[in-house]
């Protein structure tokens, strides 16, 4: 039995619109593909200049932070640094020589 002729039309419009709406789809697809790409490397190079900025001011905000926090400290760790003080005056006493006996002239 042969398809008559109005039913090979209809099947020859039918794969025209799917290759029609297929290649729309594969153009449409790769153009978001572009864009992807496109905006992940921008997002990319933001995030890498926030990071950047983010340990400049980081940076700048333990240089203030630290001394402050030191002070604060201080009172904490002064009996320690009295104790390494005391156990370095002694040792560095300890390491020197005794001074030599004068010689008596004849």
Do not use: C, D, N, Q
Request: hydrophobic fraction near 70%; proline fraction near 5%.
């Amino acid at each position: 039995m042969r398809a008559s002729h109005r039913e090979e039309t209809t099947m020859i419009e039918l794969g025209v619109v799917v290759l029609v709406l297929g290649a729309l789809w594969l153009g449409f697809a790769l153009l978001g593909a572009v864009f992807k790409l496109l905006f992940g490397l921008i997002g990319g190079l933001f995030g890498l200049l926030g990071a950047a900025l983010g340990l400049l001011f980081g940076g700048v905000a333990l240089m203030v932070a630290v001394p402050v926090v030191m002070f604060a400290l201080l009172p904490l760790w002064l009996p320690v640094l009295l104790v390494v003080a005391l156990a370095w005056a002694i040792a560095r006493a300890a390491s020197h020589r005794p001074a030599a006996a004068p010689v008596a002239a004849r």
